[in-house]
Structure formats: structure tokens, C-alpha cells
């Protein structure tokens, strides 16, 4: 077997089901999860409408590279959202099985150990397939701290010389899970001008780029970054993406991947040899989403919703602010981020994920711990119910209340 897999550490869920065994919930509570970041929104009926009338191209091997009119579908939505003057969908563009098989997979094409062990870096907290592809391609994971007094931005100097110039991948994540952060234009321009010092390729996962909550400004994209600071060849930058959050199809399994050309037409002969093609009529729905924002627009307005009143329930007993895009919460807490999870769950049956899960211990620290988060992916009432949930337990330690005080009767008996 890979040695490398004993190098892996148990996934975020495996340990917190570890972590809840055993405990029982109160149990006239119906229990509220919120700690994967799955999206629970309808998916609009024009995509399944799509997908069944395109089940014809079940009887055909699909391209790896995709049909052509996704590939124009998707490059015309990266010029329309990010204003770029033009796209080339036959190079610049490669559709995936969505983001995470992409972002997995990206490393394994990348990393080169034939002169030693490489170091990939990546942001801390972070969605951890980014260190389970770094793992398993025989490199070595370092971290950057996303800390709150620095708005949990990349600090590039966490980093000694010495280790970039042995890193050979940086993955980025903006927005930020779970800090809902967003990389800047100098954090970018910081970034571009790291990768040409060091020829490091840069991994932007933007999964979470479509869920923001001001219209007039949507999330800058590393691909709009790099064409407004003059790097129209995207040079060492591919950006990923997926309609996952954007259009409420988690169970489609569809994105891509966009940038440089000379390293999508590397990654398309490993996914040629890896088997990743895309089913024919989830190419077909997904043209058609990709073409279509007014769903996306609704799916805004029900997190901007969701995360107006959830904030305005919250904000008395604790710190909570509206993130810049993403649909979590990145809460303190004023105990173990652990022992607060498990009190969470026994006392008011609601599940978060303990932050210091998503994190490693790095430089002297880790960043996730004393903090939970919070997926706001629940339908809107179901998530209000968890926020008067979360209240009632985090009044406890602001005012030294007992167990269940100040959470009405009514509210016990769930919606």
C-alpha cells in the first residue's frame, strides 16, 4: 500500500461522530445540523428538466475535455462574471466532477519529487482535501495561520525563504472556508509576484465565490485578479470553481478548472488517464446553469436572509459579524471549542463542527481552536431555530445561567 496513506489524519466528521458518541440530545429537541457545508436550497427545476431530457447521452463515452458547449458556456460565464475580455474555451477551460476531485487530483499532476520531498502550502484553517492531495503526492504540508487580528488573510511571511523556495503549489481559498474571507487585489499582486520569484503554481479554490451578500460587489476572482494587474496569460494560476453552492447541485458533481493553458493541457492528460470525464446530461445541465444567474440570485437573497436575522439573534451573547461571502460562521467560544460542541449538541441538538478540527497545530498555534462553524445551508426557519438554540446555550456563559434557562418552552418542540 501507498505509505503515504498512513499520513493521513481522520476527516473533520469522522472525529467529531467520535466526539458526540454517546452523548444523548435533549429529546424534545428535533435535531439541526449545521456542520457540513452541504447546500439544502432546491435545486431549480430548468437543470433537472435538463438532465432528464439529455439522458440520451447515457449511450455515449464522454470527452474528458468536455463537450464544446459547456466549455463556451463556462468560458462565457468567467468573462461575464469577472469582465474579462476573453476566455479560450478550448484551452483555458476544463470542466471536473466538481471542485474537490479537481483540487485533489491538481496535486497530483503538480507536485514533482523526483529532486526530494517538495513543500505545498496551504491556508490554516482549510478544507481538508487540500492536505490529504499534498500528502498523498509525497510533499510536505505548511501552513499560514488565518488569524483574526490580520482579517484572516494570507500573511505571507508566516513562511521563511527557505520553504518557498522549495514550494511547488500554494492552494488559496477566497472566499475562505470557514472565515468567509476574501483574497484582496494587493494579496494578490503579494501572491503573483511570490509564484514568479519561485515558479509556484497557485491552486485558487473559489467554490464559495457566487454566495455573497452585497450585489454591487461580488467577490474579486483570481483570474479577474491577475487580468486587471496584467497577467492576461494567467500564468501558474488555476482557479476552480463548481456549481455546487452556486446552483444547489452538490449530487451533480460538476465544475472546472480555468487558467493557464500550458498547465490545464498537463492536467488534462492526467484526468485523460484517470478517468474523469463527465457524464453527458450532467454536461448538458450544467451548460444550462452556467447560462442562467437568476437562480443564482435567489439562492443569494435566501442566505443574506438567513444570515440578516441570524446575526441580529446572535449578536447580543456573543461576537458575530457578517462575513464577506461563503455561508458560514466562524464563531469564538468561550470554551473548548470542543466541550462547547458536545454541550451544543447534548443540551440543544444542534451539530457544529469544533474548529480546531479544520485546523493544525502550526507555528506555536491552532488557528481553528476556541472557534465552531457554523454552515447557515438549512432552510431559512430551520437555521433561526438553531441561531435561538445557540443563543440560549452561549447566555449561559455570558450571564452564568443554568441549563436550558431563556429558551422558551415553545421553541422545544422544533419546527
Known amino acids: 500500500m501507498n505509505p503515504n496513506l498512513s499520513r493521513l489524519q481522520p476527516y473533520p466528521f469522522q472525529k467529531l461522530s467520535a466526539l458526540l458518541a454517546g452523548v444523548t440530545p435533549h429529546a424534545s429537541l428535533r435535531p439541526i445540523s449545521l456542520s457540513i457545508g452541504e447546500p439544502k436550497h432546491a435545486t431549480p427545476q430548468f437543470i433537472r428538466d435538463v438532465l432528464v431530457e439529455q439522458l440520451g447521452g447515457l449511450s455515449s463515452y464522454p470527452a474528458t475535455a468536455g463537450s464544446e458547449p459547456l466549455r463556451k458556456a463556462i468560458a462565457g460565464w468567467i468573462e461575464r462574471r469577472y469582465r474579462i475580455e476573453k476566455i479560450d474555451s478550448a484551452t483555458q477551460v476544463l470542466p471536473v466532477n466538481g471542485s474537490r476531485e479537481a483540487l485533489f487530483a491538481f496535486a497530483q499532476a503538480v507536485v514533482d519529487t523526483s529532486n526530494g520531498t517538495p513543500a505545498v502550502v496551504a491556508p490554516n484553517p ?62 494578490w499582486q503579494a501572491l503573483f509576484e511570490l509564484s514568479d520569484r519561485h515558479g509556484i503554481v497557485i491552486a485558487s479554490d473559489e467554490c464559495y465565490s457566487e454566495i455573497y451578500f452585497d450585489e454591487s460587489r461580488p467577490p474579486l476572482g483570481g483570474l479577474e485578479a491577475a487580468q486587471r494587474l496584467g497577467r492576461r496569460d494567467f500564468r501558474r494560476l488555476v482557479a476552480f470553481s463548481s456549481l455546487s453552492k452556486r446552483s444547489n447541485v452538490p449530487g451533480m458533481r460538476s465544475g472546472f478548472v480555468a487558467g493557464d493553458a500550458e498547465i490545464l493541457a498537463k492536467f488534462l492528460l492526467y484526468r485523460t488517464y484517470h478517468g474523469c470525464a463527465m457524464n453527458p446530461a450532467i454536461q448538458a445541465a450544467s451548460a444550462a446553469a452556467w447560462e442562467d444567474e437568476k437562480h443564482v440570485a435567489e439562492n443569494r437573497r435566501l442566505y443574506r436572509e438567513k444570515f440578516e436575522k441570524t446575526l441580529a439573534i446572535l449578536s447580543p451573547v456573543t461576537e458575530v459579524e457578517m462575513p464577506e461571502a461563503a455561508f458560514y460562521l466562524w464563531l469564538r467560544t468561550p470554551i473548548a471549542d470542543t466541550e462547547f460542541a458536545k454541550q451544543l449538541f447534548g443540551q440543544y441538538n444542534v451539530t457544529v463542527v469544533p474548529g480546531s478540527y479544520l485546523a493544525r497545530e502550526a507555528h506555536g498555534v491552532n488557528p481553528g481552536r476556541n472557534y465552531i462553524r457554523v454552515a447557515l445551508v438549512a432552510p431559512v426557519e430551520e437555521c433561526l431555530e438553531a441561531a435561538q438554540r445557540l443563543k440560549a446555550f452561549y447566555s449561559q456563559f455570558a450571564k452564568g445561567k443554568s441549563k436550558n434557562d431563556g429558551f422558551a418552552v415553545s421553541h422545544r418542540q422544533g419546527v
Open 126 to 187: 482549510f478544507y481538508q482535501i487540500y492536505e490529504g492531495a499534498i500528502l498523498l503526492a509525497g510533499a510536505q504540508p505548511h501552513f499560514l495561520n488565518l488569524l483574526p487580528e490580520n482579517r484572516f488573510a494570507l500573511d505571507l511571511r508566516q513562511l521563511p525563504e527557505e520553504i518557498w523556495r522549495r514550494t511547488q503549489l500554494i492552494y488559496v481559498c477566497s472566499p475562505g472556508n470557514p472565515t468567509g474571507n476574501v483574497i484582496t487585489l494587493d494579496e
